[in-house]
């Protein structure tokens, strides 16, 4: 007969409790916990250690994400390319299902190992859902829909591990559109105006040069008139047409000097 190391029944703290099941189809222990995190360590000179304490150095050792002392998980190749994750739901099934009852006692970590490696797979559950053992999974025909009532299951659907981050860029990419689509009106906006304003002060420099005020801004406005003379100061000249008749004796043939480039030339009277 072995050595016994350590046995145990409910602890008297309520960390840990163990339950023995034995009949005559199976024979298996069970224990229950309070924590995320839980375990055994076994000191150089075999005692194991039962004692709890709250501030053990000690993690939580996954093969999806490992750390010093955990081995890395071996991914299918369909799993391999991308990141996955499972969230758990509360929903009705519709469509067949695959239970592994050979092997009744299947913890949920190893459900979630066989669907992972299992290509089709898109969700798994424990087939009793207040022990937590066995395992049944559900591939990419069968239709779910979410509740909350005491008819719905927990199932854990497989999930892309970037798709709560997408919302973030199509709302980065929004974002983007509808700030260069403000910055193009307000371009476009500023051009017409300085195109009109452009337009505006071609018209009065032309009404300045027709030494007309009356036609400025549509009525008799000197200070406007001599506000436009020093914005378009210039060393030329402007004759109106009647001062030009008198001066050429209406553009008379004997007062024609001669034609160029830019038309006939007359000699004038001062």
């Given amino acids: 007969m072995g050595k016994v190391y350590w046995k145990s029944g409910p602890w008297p703290t309520g960390h840990l409790a163990l339950k023995y099941v034995s009949n005559e189809d199976e024979k298996y222990f069970m224990y229950t916990v309070e924590f995320e995190y839980q ?12 004692t709890f304490k709250g501030n053990a150095v000690f993690g939580n050792c996954s093969n999806e994400t490992p750390h010093a002392g955990c081995v890395k ?22 469509g067949d299902s695959v239970k592994f009852d050979e092997n009744y006692t299947l913890s949920l970590s190893d459900c979630k190992a066989k669907c992972v490696n299992d ?12 022990t937590g053992i066995g395992c049944q999974i559900w591939g990419n025909d069968t239709s779910f829909v979410t ?20 919302w973030w860029i199509w709302l980065t990419i929004a974002v983007s559109l509808m700030v260069f689509a403000f910055i193009c009106s307000l371009f476009c ?14 018209m009065e420099k032309i009404l300045y040069e027709l030494e007309d005020p009356k036609t400025i801004s ?13 914005k378009f100061r210039h060393d ?19 007062n024609k000097l001669g034609q160029g480039g830019y038309g006939p030339v007359y000699k004038v009277k001062v």
């Avoid at 509740?147 to 997408?166: P, W």
């Avoid at 030329?236 to 004997?254: D, G, K, P, Q, Y």
């Fill in 189 to 202: 906006l500023i051009r017409r105006k300085l195109r009109a304003r452009g337009k505006v002060r071609q």
């Fill in 147 to 166: 509740a909350q009532n005491s008819l719905a299951r927990d199932v854990f659907f497989l999930t892309r591990k970037d798709r709560k981050r997408k």
């Fill in 236 to 254: 030329r000249h402007i004759f109106s047409l009647e001062t030009m008749n008198m001066a050429t004796n209406n553009f008379s043939s004997s």
């Fill in 73 to 94: 998980q071996v991914l299918p190749q369909c799993r391999a390319a991308k990141k996955y994750w499972f969230e758990l739901r509360q929903v009705y099934m519709f």
């Fill in 119 to 130: 290509c089709s797979c898109v969700a798994y559950a424990s087939v009793d859902s207040d």
């Fill in 39 to 50: 375990r055994y360590s076994v000191s150089p000179f075999g005692i194991i250690q039962d």
């Fill in 218 to 230: 549509g009525q008799y406005n000197t200070n406007k008139t001599a506000r436009l003379r020093k």
